[in-house]
T-cell receptor, first 115, second 115 residues
Framework: EAGVAQSPRYKIIEKRQSVAFWCNPI?????LYWYQQILGQGPKLLIQFQNNGVVDDSQLPKDRFSAERLKGVDSTLKIQPAKLEDSAVYLCASSPYMGAGTEAFFGQGTRLTVV | GENVEQHPSTLSVQEGDSAVIKCTYSDSASNYFPWYKQELGKRPQLIIDIRSNVGEKKDQRIAVTLNKTAKHFSLHITETQPEDSAVYFCAASIRVTSGTYKYIFGTGTRLKVLA
């Protein structure tokens, strides 16, 4: 089966600019996750969707980050305005459903560099 | 609080030796514990997982043990090979609401297998 698709793979922007990332999960997967992975750290959950509803966004910096999954399929994550500390790899993952014990399949990630 | 601690942060072993990585979690309701392997520049991939109703699970050279009372779980890799070199992340399921879960990741262990 096709994996989780993300674009772009790399992005370099100046601070205070805006940026958007796109994710297409595995077909039929109801749950979609956005993680931020800063170099040398573990993935940190930013937001989790079940279909088109938000399950958890407690770690999302809502003053600058936003995400949507309008039709319950693909999703976009936006940062506006970006800060230097937003430099990280943004990983999208999906799983068939949301019960504990379901594998999360990760995309290749988008490496963001803010200069 | 939601916390998963992982140790050590780096681990070097000789080829053929065993490697052990340990994680502790804080939420007593956690009931699913996956381990992911991330090679340089690649996506995290699930290598083994364990549910709270079992104490140990093995898959060839990889095993995971779980101690629910102490709230810790460990990854064991035997007969290590150079291709085992990667960053390993543990994770624990955290209940968001009844029937919904999210995964909190540890900080990662960089394993180097020396030939």
């Amino acid at each position: 089966e096709a994996g989780v698709a993300q674009s772009p793979r790399y992005k370099i922007i100046e601070k205070r600019q805006s940026v958007a990332f796109w994710c297409n999960p595995i077909s039929g997967h109801a749950t979609l996750y956005w993680y931020q992975q800063i170099l040398g750290q573990g993935p940190k959950l930013l937001i989790q969707f079940q279909n088109n509803g938000v399950v958890d966004d407690s770690q999302l910096p809502k003053d600058r980050f936003s995400a949507e999954r309008l039709k319950g399929v693909d999703s976009t994550l936006k940062i506006q305005p970006a800060k230097l500390e937003d430099s990280a790899v943004y990983l999208c993952a999906s799983s068939p459903y949301m019960g504990a014990g379901t594998e999360a399949f990760f995309g290749q990630g988008t490496r963001l560099t803010v200069v | 609080g939601e916390n998963v601690e992982q140790h050590p942060s780096t681990l070097s072993v000789q080829e053929g030796d065993s490697a052990v990585i340990k994680c502790t979690y804080s939420d007593s309701a956690s009931n699913y514990f996956p381990w992911y392997k991330q090679e340089l520049g690649k996506r995290p991939q699930l290598i083994i997982d364990i549910r709270s109703n079992v104490g140990e699970k093995k898959d060839q050279r990889i095993a995971v043990t779980l101690n629910k009372t102490a709230k810790h779980f460990s990854l064991h890799i035997t007969e290590t090979q150079p291709e085992d070199s990667a960053v390993y992340f543990c994770a624990a399921s955290i209940r968001v609401t009844s029937g919904t879960y999210k995964y909190i990741f540890g900080t990662g262990t960089r394993l180097k297998v020396l030939a």
